[in-house]
């Protein structure tokens, strides 16, 4: 399916990214993401994972550049490739930016049930979000827009619909058409399927999947769910306490997990035949306001030995596409 | 809309009242362009006349038909009170949708005038506009004086909705696909505020009114503007209650009184309107 895979569309290198409060003199930080480097390829899905708090969804709003203080970009670069285009996010000033927003980066958020103004039709949401970025005259775009609508099986009547009068799933699919109707080259969704029971998801899972293909876009898809990664990304990263700790194709992962932590995420999962109850991990992750020196993921790791309290691992490729950031893992594989 | 109308008519009996009420008291205001007077011309009946046919009302000690008079006088009163209502509307809805929106600093600054404005005290205030005012003091530069201090305690309750929608994924989204703060605050926040400004739009006509009149009786007005408050003060000048002629104070109160009771009726049945729980168990759905 794919055209070109290995020409990557987003390159993270290096990106620090914390929430930095000042209250009543007291200064706080948050190391929300600390120091990812990944690449995104064309026509991909990208799947993040990892359990709550750990970073994921600060890291899409970093890569959507939808961030707001008190969250700030330290260190590190987002580089977009549109076309012949190369991008680099945070050396754009705040016009050029919102030239690329929605139009090549659309953002679906976490809650995104609610991105529909409850008081105002389907209708205007789409006029308001995505008119100006079309640019064609009000009949053309909405020509468009219905045509959208029906390849991604939604009736067009839903546009004179108010939001209370549709389902859950409903407004996730309008959503989900919303950011894709300018045909962008990069979507960044943040738990979109979160709130809805598992055949809903199953179909909006399907028309994310549909409108990722009729648009050759890429999808950053963050979600603590494993199944739901099992089933639509191609490749996954694994978060753990703002880092990235595992990369690699959905398949090497689920098959041959080489970080502890995506180990115990996997072994979590139940199977149909399961006799034994799962065993969980104990623990919880750090805070990152105060995160542990050394791996942080140590406290909890079965395998940790002295060099995890001391030094950070750094991402060691264990694979063409595989990489980890473990030093049990090293000390294995050497 | 009409179907909005409708059904607030048939399910909510206060709102049937008010429309009622306000309905008499807007056609007595429009009665007046039918005047065969002219509002300010005087002895042009014979004075002193009780309730008959043809002056229905009555005439009083200036050689005015009541009826006519009340008519002109309400028309100004509610005129006031509409001016005062929108322009300070426009004032609360500017500064609450902007302080709750862009927060910060702007906030600080707009609600430390907003809250310097709560605390005064206002009728000292205008009676003090008045004395500077004295000869240039009209109609219109009252309506601007009480719209400007009658903001600050709807540019509150507008700020504090302000304040949450500003936190909804709309809200992101909105400023996502790139749009300003203006069009954001006008298409995606107005209409959420909108109803509570026609809620308090009434009790702000209410408040202007009763201000107006409390000011006119006292005589801190232009006393040649014909105002439900001016009709008083010329009968206590005339000291009609002392000479018998009641119906010279009597049907300017009860007609204010019915303006009163008719807006803080709507406003109570809008109130109920906006809150969809109230609604739906009135409806009996």
Known sequence: MATDRTRAVLTVEGLRAYYQVNTFGIEREVRAVDDVSLHVNANEIYGLAGESSCGKSTLVKTIAAAIRPPLRVLAGSVTYRFGERRVSLYDLDEGELARIRWKHVSYIMQGSMSVLNPLRRVRSAFVDFAFRHIGKPMPEFTAMVEAHLKRLHLEPTVLDAYPHELSGGMRQRITIALATVCRPDFIAADEPTTALDVVVQKSVLAELRQAQRETDASVLFVTHDMAVHANLSDRLGIMYAGRLVEEGTTAEVFATPAHPYTAHLIASLPRIGDTQAREGLGGAPPSLADPPPGCRFHPRCPLAMDICRREVPEMAWIGDTHRVACFATKAETA | ?285
């Open chain 2, 1 to 285: 809309m009409l179907k909005i109308l409708r059904d607030l008519l048939r399910y909510n009996r206060e709102f049937a009242a008010g429309v009622a009420l306000l309905g008499f008291v807007i056609l007595v205001a429009a009665a007046s362009f039918f005047s065969p007077y002219p509002a300010a011309d005087s002895f042009v009946v014979p004075p002193d006349m009780p309730p008959s046919w043809p002056h229905v009302l009555g005439t009083n000690s200036r050689g005015q038909d009541v009826f006519w008079q009340l008519s002109f006088a309400i028309r100004n009163t509610l005129l006031f009170g509409f001016s005062v209502a929108i322009l300070s509307r426009v004032i609360s809805l500017v500064v609450g949708l902007v302080a709750g929106y862009a927060g910060g600093m702007v906030d600080r600054v707009l609600m430390s005038i907003n809250d310097s404005f709560i605390v005064i005290p206002l009728f000292p205030i205008l009676v003090l506009f008045y004395f500077v005012m004295r000869e240039r003091m009209s109609w219109a530069w009252l309506a601007l004086a009480m719209a400007a201090l009658g903001w600050a305690y709807d540019a509150r309750l507008i700020r504090s909705v302000a304040l949450s929608l500003r936190t909804r994924e709309f809200t992101q989204t909105s400023i996502f696909s790139g749009m300003s703060m203006r069009q954001i605050l006008v298409e995606e926040h107005l209409p959420y505020v909108l109803p509570i400004v026609f809620s308090t739009t009434m009790n702000n006509i209410n408040w202007s009114i009763g201000l107006e009149v409390t000011l006119s009786v006292l005589g801190f007005t232009n006393v040649d503007t014909p105002t439900i408050g001016m009709m008083i003060y010329w009968a206590n000048q005339h000291t009609a209650m002392v000479a018998g002629i009641w119906w010279w104070i009597a049907f300017p109160v009860a007609l204010v009184v019915m303006t009163f009771i008719g807006l803080f009726l709507l406003a109570v049945s809008m109130n109920e309107y906006i809150d969809p729980r109230s609604r739906l168990a009135r409806m009996g759905v």
